[in-house]
């Protein structure tokens, strides 16, 4: 056995693939301490969309929670792991998302494992994008519905499949709202129009949407208008919404209700902490009470991709704050990447099995607590590394 793993993690370096960690002697913030030296890094590379990671008030609001109600439940919802915070954070995200009822995971890859098994049987049908997150492939994985893939974003296709698919009992359209690898939106609009005409619901993952897309920041149903035409939202707490831990599902009650009954993530598993609920919670007031920081991403974004595109760079996606600089081979990126952090950038570069192969890129996230001057740097390495590794001419 250990020779067989030794074999194949060689051929991950000999590939330029391994992924290596590096790590964090700091807050999670725009400006980083790596543990070994490596003070004042600028971090390109997180989640932290709204800058919440780190907020006075989330931090407080977690301290709260964890002196208030303990450091954990040492056990599931139903036996005796749900506190009152549990029931006010799912009351607080269903009204978040006008929606009637949520439930709580310990994660979106949970939420996403939980929701197909326990809502599709055989007689029904779910439709996917073909570049879904992969928490959503297993999801659909594990459930015995009959599955249909349809290629990213092509609605002719998903017209064809729904159109396959009209003999099974009930069709979902499963797709990321925006897509993490490439940080563009999904056609929603287009989308729920195909749901109505052949009478199917929708499903969206917002990961990489809630808390700054759309005037309210309540994700991409909301910026393209569609909030009464999806049906079932996933989204976390672990990015934009406090980045500690969590994930939920936001829907009809009866739906959530039947999850509470048959998922078998949230049946099994330990219930969410205490404090990463009040983070969370205090995030969410935060952004209910104002969509200011939300609407400061849009401009902190163009500022990025404008820039990256006059200095020559490909940007993959369309005004995302995920922001991927398309390199294509896989070792080019990682040794841009690193040749970055020489210069106190942060970033990381992507590759198989991440993202297809001939698609290697570095993913740039833009934060709303990243300053022009942030950004400007950051065009500005991106520039001096990409002439010295004949990316730019």
Same mark, same amino acid.
């Not at 994985?141 to 499949?161: G, I």
């Not at 009930?170 to 195909?194: N, Y």
């Not at 500005?380 to 004949?390: D, P, Q, S």
């Given at each position: 056995l &250990?020779?067989?793993?030794? !074999?194949?993690?060689? +051929?991950i370096?000999?590939?330029? =693939? ?11 913030g ?14 390109f ?30 056990s ?10 549990? @029931? ?62 349809? @290629? ?16 099974? &009992? ?5 797709t990321?709202?925006a ?15 195909? $749901? ?13 949407? =809630? ?7 309540? !994700? =991409? ?12 939202i996933?989204?976390?707490? !672990? ?6 831990? #969590? ?14 009954q ?15 609920? +009040? ?9 209910m009470?104002?969509? $200011? ?40 990126? $990682? ?13 990381? #570069? ?32 991106f ?11």
């Amino acid at each position: 056995l &250990r020779r067989r793993l030794e !074999g194949e993690l060689e +051929g991950i370096r000999g590939a330029g =693939t391994w992924k290596s960690e590096r790590v964090i002697a700091s807050r999670q913030g725009p400006h980083l301490r790596l543990q070994g030296g490596g003070a004042g890094i600028l971090n390109f590379c997180a989640n932290n969309y709204l800058g919440l990671s780190s907020h006075p008030q989330v931090i407080r609001a977690a301290v709260q929670a964890l002196e208030e109600f303990g450091a954990g439940l040492s056990s599931v919802r139903f036996i005796c792991g749900t506190q009152s915070i549990h @029931k006010d954070l799912e009351e607080k995200i269903a009204r978040f998302h006008q929606r009637e009822d949520a439930i709580l995971y310990a994660s979106c890859f949970d939420a996403n494992a939980g929701i197909f098994e326990a809502l599709l049987t055989p007689e029904d049908a779910v439709l996917s994008d073909e570049l879904n997150h992969a928490s959503i492939i297993d999801g659909i994985r594990l459930c015995k519905a009959n599955k249909y893939r349809y @290629k990213h974003m092509d609605m002719q296709d998903l017209e064809t499949k729904l159109q396959d698919a009209q003999k099974h &009992r009930l069709r979902l359209v499963a797709t990321d709202g925006a897509f993490s690898m490439d940080g563009d939106i999904a056609p929603l609009q287009e989308i729920c129009q195909l $749901a109505q005409k052949y009478d199917a619901l929708v499903f969206i993952d917002e990961c990489h949407a =809630t808390g700054f897309l759309g005037p309210n920041g309540r !994700g =991409t149903d909301e910026l393209l208008g569609v909030m009464d035409k999806v049906t079932i939202i996933n989204s976390t707490l !672990g990015k934009a919404l406090g980045g500690a831990a #969590g994930g939920y599902t936001t829907g009809p009650k009866p739906l959530i209700d039947l999850l509470r009954q048959r998922s078998r993530p949230y049946l099994f598993s330990n219930s969410l902490p205490p404090a990463v609920v +009040g983070c969370a919670s205090k995030a969410l007031d935060l952004l209910m009470e104002s969509n $200011a920081i939300a609407q400061s991403m849009a401009a902190k974004t163009q500022r990025f991709r404008s820039k990256m595109t006059a200095a020559g760079f490909t940007i993959s996606g369309k005004d995302h704050p995920i922001c991927p600089v398309m390199l294509g081979d896989a070792r080019l990126a $990682a040794v841009m990447a690193e040749d970055m952090l020489s210069r106190g950038i942060y970033v990381i #570069g992507f590759s198989y099995p991440v993202v297809p192969k001939g698609k290697a890129r570095i993913r740039v996230q833009i934060s709303a607590v990243h300053s022009d001057e942030d950004i400007d740097r950051c065009v500005e390495a991106f520039t001096e590394v990409g002439r010295k590794h004949g990316a730019l001419p």
